[in-house]
């Protein structure tokens, strides 16, 4: 499993994690969890799962076949509906021409008779008047048939459009179903694909690589912008294809009770993107390929809102590597910066140079520096102190800095960081037996 998908999901188990879990003191670490998390499918049940998605797949797409051949006769003009409409139709026509013609001979009849002369025989008189009705009758039976004859067309198109309608939308049940089923196929291959990668591919080795926070306020204002460094250093002996860094600001009000992260933006830039981009919902940050021994800054800007509420906060970073060849490794905990957050209006934050202490979980990194001082004067952003057990299950153990002033910030460094560095512990239980960057 690459370390970096451990560590993305750690920080959504952090994010997430209650209330109460941030306001523990650094006593917390020695508690157990409350509940335990549901158990991740075996690859023998996502086999199934995937093969019952395809075989459902495989059903809705034969399905779907039929249903086209239905639809596609069913709007052919050769239909047996189509057909009958077609010479209903015909029918109606035929009857309106007879009606007209009907019609026609009523009023040529009439004129017949209004033009005899004053000399016509009493004879040839009534037999005009008797053409005059025998074309009225004529005209009268013609128009019934007219009417009877659109009627019966009439029926027979809409029972053949209705029929066509049916088809199409008999059809469109049909695609979506297919549709659904080719989401389920998908998503079932992907967790598959998914879980036989992690099972299966290179394990990520713990790696000199370390990410530190330079230049952070030991207070940050609402309503105002701090902005700072990350600094990322590869102390490894080798070329690394692709670097990534983690930047994650976790914040609490007063209390430590209640998660003010929404009020927090986190952007970043380097020297390749001098644009500001805001940090992606997975955290990552991408610094590319570095040599041995290099090392590369990473601009961060942290923006308050001014309705963010006074409380505490922390700076979490780490560090992993990919290389082309699928080996991977990284920093194996989570460096925690804290800092306090000061109402609107309270003044400016001081700003400082980079935290002091150990990192959370770290091991294989440099160590971090200490009173380093870069900006103006004043109180730096204190980087939390604390290591992650080698025990999963204990989840690892916070130290204290010794002052009272700490103890909230480091409960919520804590908080995110035991889980952090807990997921980050399973990774070096991974590494293959003797390997290292």
Not at 173 to 194: F, N
Not at 300 to 306: F, G, K, S, V, Y
């Amino acid at each position: 499993m690459k370390i970096r998908r451990i560590l993305a999901t750690a920080v959504a188990v952090a994010v997430t994690t209650p209330a109460a879990l941030l306001s523990a003191t650094p006593a917390f670490a020695d508690s157990k969890p409350a509940a335990e998390t549901q158990a991740a499918p075996t690859v023998e049940e996502l086999e199934k799962a995937a093969d019952a998605a395809q075989k459902a797949y495989d059903k809705a797409v034969a399905a779907e076949k039929a249903g086209i051949v239905v639809l596609k006769a069913a709007l052919s003009p050769e239909a047996p509906l189509a057909v009958a409409a077609k010479a209903a139709r015909k029918k109606a026509d035929d009857a309106a021409a007879a009606r007209t013609a009907a019609d026609q001979a009523v009023t040529d009849a009439k004129t017949a008779l209004a033009a005899l002369p004053d000399t016509a025989t009493d004879a040839e008189r009534t037999e005009a008047e008797k053409a005059v009705t025998d074309a009225e009758t004529a005209a009268a039976t013609a128009a019934t048939a007219e009417t009877a004859a659109e009627t019966e067309a009439t029926e027979a198109e809409d029972a053949s459009n209705d029929a066509r309608v049916a088809a199409a939308r008999a059809y469109g049940v049909l695609q979506k179903a297919a549709d659904d089923a080719l989401a389920v196929k998908t998503a079932a291959d992907e967790a598959l694909a998914k879980a036989r990668e992690e099972e299966g591919g290179p394990d990520c080795v713990p790696a000199n690589l370390r990410a530190t926070v330079t230049g952070l306020p030991a207070s940050v204002v609402s309503g105002t912008s701090t902005t700072f460094s990350l600094r990322v250093k590869n102390g490894t002996e080798k070329t690394l294809d692709a670097v990534t860094t983690y930047a994650y600001v976790h914040t609490t009000d007063a209390s430590g009770l209640k998660t003010t992260d929404g009020y927090m933006h986190l952007q970043w830039s380097t020297a390749a993107s001098p644009k500001w981009h805001a940090v992606a919902k997975d955290h990552r940050i991408g610094v590319g390929p570095m040599k041995a021994g290099a090392q590369t800054d990473v601009k961060l800007r942290l923006t308050a809102d001014a309705k963010a509420p006074a409380g505490h906060g922390v700076v979490l970073t780490t560090v992993d590597y990919v290389n082309k060849d699928g080996s991977c490794g990284g920093n194996t905990g989570m460096d925690t910066w804290a800092f306090e957050v000061k109402a609107a209006g309270s003044g400016s934050g001081t700003s400082g140079g980079t935290g002091t202490g150990g990192s959370t979980g770290s091991t294989g990194g440099a160590g971090s520096t200490g009173g380093d001082k870069t900006g103006s004067a004043g109180t730096s952003g204190q980087q939390a102190q604390g290591s992650a057990s080698d025990d999963a299950s204990t989840g690892g153990g916070l130290a204290s800095t010794g002052s009272s002033d700490a103890t909230v910030p480091l409960g919520i460094a804590g908080a995110a960081a035991v889980a952090l560095g807990g997921a980050a512990v399973l990774v070096v239980r991974r590494r293959k037996a003797g390997a290292g960057a």
